[in-house]
Protein backbone atom coordinates (compact mmCIF):
# COMPACT_ATOMS: atom_id res chain seq x y z
CA UNK A 1 0.00 0.00 0.00
CA UNK A 2 1.47 3.43 -0.90
CA UNK A 3 0.71 6.51 1.11
CA UNK A 4 2.11 10.14 -0.44
CA UNK A 5 0.90 12.01 2.66
CA UNK A 6 0.15 16.17 2.13
CA UNK A 7 2.15 18.19 3.93
CA UNK A 8 -0.97 19.95 5.21
CA UNK A 9 -4.95 20.44 4.03
CA UNK A 10 -7.73 22.17 4.97
CA UNK A 11 -10.35 20.78 2.33
CA UNK A 12 -13.84 21.49 3.14
CA UNK A 13 -14.23 17.77 3.61
CA UNK A 14 -12.29 17.20 6.86
CA UNK A 15 -13.40 17.93 9.53
CA UNK A 16 -10.69 20.01 10.97
CA UNK A 17 -7.05 20.74 8.98
CA UNK A 18 -4.46 17.80 8.45
CA UNK A 19 -1.10 18.42 9.33
CA UNK A 20 1.35 15.22 8.19
CA UNK A 21 3.57 15.98 11.15
CA UNK A 22 0.54 15.81 13.79
CA UNK A 23 -1.01 13.47 12.51
CA UNK A 24 0.82 10.86 10.54
CA UNK A 25 0.54 8.22 13.52
CA UNK A 26 -2.94 7.81 13.88
CA UNK A 27 -3.18 8.17 9.53
CA UNK A 28 -0.97 5.32 9.96
CA UNK A 29 -2.83 3.43 12.22
CA UNK A 30 -5.84 3.48 10.06
CA UNK A 31 -4.13 2.39 7.23
CA UNK A 32 -2.50 -0.86 9.45
CA UNK A 33 -5.95 -1.66 9.69
CA UNK A 34 -6.90 -2.13 5.87
CA UNK A 35 -3.54 -3.77 5.03
CA UNK A 36 -3.61 -7.24 3.53
CA UNK A 37 -1.68 -10.41 5.96
CA UNK A 38 1.64 -9.73 4.52
CA UNK A 39 1.29 -6.53 3.14
CA UNK A 40 3.95 -3.24 3.65
CA UNK A 41 2.61 0.45 3.52
CA UNK A 42 5.12 2.90 1.79
CA UNK A 43 4.80 6.27 3.55
CA UNK A 44 5.93 9.34 1.73
CA UNK A 45 5.07 13.45 2.19
CA UNK A 46 7.48 16.05 1.40
CA UNK A 47 7.90 18.04 4.90
CA UNK A 48 11.62 18.52 5.12
CA UNK A 49 11.52 18.52 8.82
CA UNK A 50 9.34 15.50 9.15
CA UNK A 51 10.26 13.00 11.95
CA UNK A 52 8.56 9.39 12.10
CA UNK A 53 6.78 9.42 15.52
CA UNK A 54 4.96 6.38 14.56
CA UNK A 55 6.24 2.92 16.92
CA UNK A 56 4.43 0.21 17.34
CA UNK A 57 5.00 -3.17 18.38
CA UNK A 58 4.72 -5.65 15.93
CA UNK A 59 5.89 -3.41 13.03
CA UNK A 60 8.86 -3.27 11.86
CA UNK A 61 9.99 0.46 10.39
CA UNK A 62 12.90 1.15 7.90
CA UNK A 63 13.79 4.64 7.07
CA UNK A 64 14.08 4.18 3.20
CA UNK A 65 14.85 8.42 2.54
CA UNK A 66 18.50 7.80 0.96
CA UNK A 67 17.62 4.64 -0.88
CA UNK A 68 14.41 7.08 -2.72
CA UNK A 69 15.81 10.35 -3.39
CA UNK A 70 16.69 10.76 -7.26
CA UNK A 71 20.08 11.43 -8.44
CA UNK A 72 18.61 14.97 -8.85
CA UNK A 73 17.56 15.94 -5.57
CA UNK A 74 20.87 13.67 -3.99
CA UNK A 75 22.55 17.58 -2.74
CA UNK A 76 19.21 18.11 -0.77
CA UNK A 77 17.92 15.08 0.22
CA UNK A 78 15.20 16.41 3.00
CA UNK A 79 13.27 16.99 -0.22
CA UNK A 80 11.84 13.68 0.21
CA UNK A 81 10.61 11.20 2.83
CA UNK A 82 9.82 7.72 2.67
CA UNK A 83 9.29 4.97 5.17
CA UNK A 84 8.43 1.58 4.75
CA UNK A 85 6.14 -0.01 7.78
CA UNK A 86 5.67 -4.06 7.27
CA UNK A 87 4.57 -6.24 10.37
CA UNK A 88 6.90 -8.63 12.19
CA UNK A 89 6.58 -12.20 11.87
CA UNK A 90 4.67 -14.12 14.88
Do not use: Y
Request: aromatic share 8%; glycine share 4%.
Amino acid sequence: MLCDAPTFSNSRGLEHDFDVQRDHPELIRQLLRRLAPGGCILFTNHLRSFKMAFSDDGWAIENLCKKTVPPDFARDPKVHQAWRLERLSS
